[in-house]
């Protein structure tokens, strides 16, 4: 039994090989490999990775795939379809997290590799926004590991605070004893890495505002059922929506647009802290989106909306009109 994956049972290449393989070889090799690695999780023993299940869905997403499959997004003067899919999918997700509510400055988003590049990027601006000498970020032990990630690649001092053992939730008078006048925000969860459940997110978001720092509410599991509240029991003390606070929103909206990869986003109300940054190559990837959202949302006190459903009317996209008039051509 070989450690390297498959050695025992195809071709390991360690280098480029003199002549090119069989395109039907090579099919047949990813065809096995796949359907042997479906079984993993076709079981419904995975915590994460897989969001949707559905094989007619996944066939979809391989026909929408393959028409970028030889795009090069970043070239959006060639491809302005991928500037339409990222504005239509920050309008959605802006409608979703009631972005509306927002009204003394507009919202705006920006395109991100995943999760980690979302905390990436809000972490950055909130250094760049808060100046500090010596800043330090907040967090429960059960945040995110790319808050830890953020904090040592930007030079951030990184506060662990524990979680209450029984409710697996941080406590918010332990963040509020961590803050100091070096602090640039705090992170609580909604819900948790480690467990799916809710940090106190309201509790958290006055703290935020008594200190004068961000909140970043980081939507890591089932946080596109949190407006609403129903799916997942995100009730009114809950609800992200709901909160009094300034948050930036990293969304993970499985349950809604299940891709092959589990998209993500961040809001801003500020256009100051919104750099964008776009590398993706298919339409699929356009789908990682990251909206981030500062102190404006704290006027997000509006009502959930159960049951809300989103149309093309609804989005403020800014992408061009212009998509592609067919299909290439197969090969």
Same mark, same amino acid.
């Given at each position: 039994?070989?450690?390297?994956?498959?050695?025992?049972?195809?071709? &390991?290449?360690?280098?480029?090989?003199? !002549?090119?393989?069989?395109? $039907?070889?090579?099919? /047949?090799?990813? /065809?096995t490999m796949a359907t042997e690695e479906d079984v993993a999780w076709e079981g419904g023993k995975v915590s994460g990775t897989m969001?949707?299940?559905?094989?007619?869905?996944?066939?979809?997403?391989?026909?929408?795939?393959? $028409?970028?499959?030889?795009?090069?997004?970043?070239? =959006?003067?060639?491809?302005?379809?991928?500037? =339409?899919?990222?504005? !239509?999918?920050? /309008?959605?997700?802006?409608?979703?997290?009631?972005?509306?509510? &927002?009204?003394?400055?507009?919202?705006?988003?920006?395109?991100?590799?995943?999760?980690? @590049?979302?905390?990436?990027?809000? +972490?950055?601006?909130?250094? !760049?926004? /808060?100046?500090?000498?010596?800043? %330090?970020?907040?967090?429960?032990?059960?945040?995110?590991?790319?808050?830890?990630?953020?904090?040592?690649?930007?030079?951030?001092?990184?506060?662990?605070?524990?979680?209450?053992?029984?409710?697996?939730?941080? =406590?918010?008078?332990?963040?509020?004893?961590?803050?100091?006048?070096?602090?640039?925000?705090? &992170? @609580?969860?909604?819900? %948790?890495?480690?467990?799916?459940? +809710?940090?106190?997110?309201?509790?958290?978001?006055?703290?935020?505002? !008594?200190?004068?720092?961000?909140?970043?509410?980081?939507?890591?599991?089932?946080?596109?059922?949190?407006?609403?509240?129903?799916? +997942?029991?995100?009730?009114?003390?809950?609800?992200?929506?709901?909160?009094?606070?300034?948050?930036?929103?990293?969304?993970?909206?499985?349950?809604?647009?299940?891709?092959?990869?589990?998209?993500?986003?961040?809001?801003?109300?500020?256009?100051?802290?919104?750099?964008?940054?776009?590398?993706?190559?298919?339409?699929?990837?356009?789908? %990682?989106?990251?909206?981030?959202?500062?102190?404006?949302?704290?006027?997000?006190?509006?009502?959930?909306?159960?049951?809300?459903?989103?149309?093309?009317?609804?989005?403020?996209?800014?992408?061009?009109? $212009?998509?592609?008039?067919?299909?290439?051509?197969? =090969?």
């Amino acid at each position: 039994m070989n450690d390297y994956p498959y050695a025992d049972r195809f071709k &390991v290449y360690r280098t480029l090989p003199e !002549e090119g393989r069989d395109p $039907q070889d090579i099919l /047949a090799e990813l /065809a096995t490999m796949a359907t042997e690695e479906d079984v993993a999780w076709e079981g419904g023993k995975v915590s994460g990775t897989m969001y949707c299940g559905d094989h007619d869905h996944y066939d979809f997403l391989t026909q929408a795939f393959s $028409q970028y499959a030889h795009v090069n997004a970043l070239q =959006r003067d060639l491809c302005p379809s991928a500037t =339409r899919f990222e504005g !239509e999918v920050i /309008a959605m997700t802006l409608d979703l997290m009631h972005g509306e509510a &927002v009204t003394e400055t507009t919202p705006v988003g920006l395109v991100t590799t995943g999760g980690t @590049g979302s905390i990436l990027h809000a +972490v950055l601006s909130y250094r !760049e926004a /808060a100046k500090k000498e010596r800043p %330090n970020f907040i967090k429960p032990e059960t945040a995110h590991a790319a808050f830890d990630k953020a904090c040592h690649l930007f030079g951030i001092e990184c506060r662990t605070v524990p979680v209450d053992p029984v409710t697996t939730t941080v =406590r918010p008078e332990d963040m509020a004893a961590a803050i100091d006048d070096q602090t640039i925000a705090m &992170v @609580g969860s909604a819900g %948790n890495y480690p467990y799916g459940t +809710v940090d106190p997110i309201p509790e958290l978001g006055e703290i935020a505002q !008594e200190h004068g720092i961000g909140l970043h509410v980081d939507g890591c599991w089932a946080a596109s059922s949190c407006p609403s509240g129903k799916s +997942v029991g995100c009730r009114s003390r809950s609800s992200t929506s709901e909160c009094q606070a300034s948050p930036r929103f990293r969304l993970t909206p499985t349950n809604t647009a299940m891709p092959s990869r589990a998209p993500r986003c961040c809001c801003t109300a500020t256009r100051r802290c919104a750099t964008r940054s776009t590398s993706t190559s298919s339409v699929g990837a356009a789908a %990682n989106t990251c909206l981030r959202a500062s102190k404006a949302l704290a006027q997000l006190g509006c009502s959930p909306r159960p049951g809300h459903r989103w149309s093309n009317s609804d989005a403020a996209a800014t992408a061009p009109t $212009q998509s592609r008039s067919s299909p290439p051509p197969r =090969r």
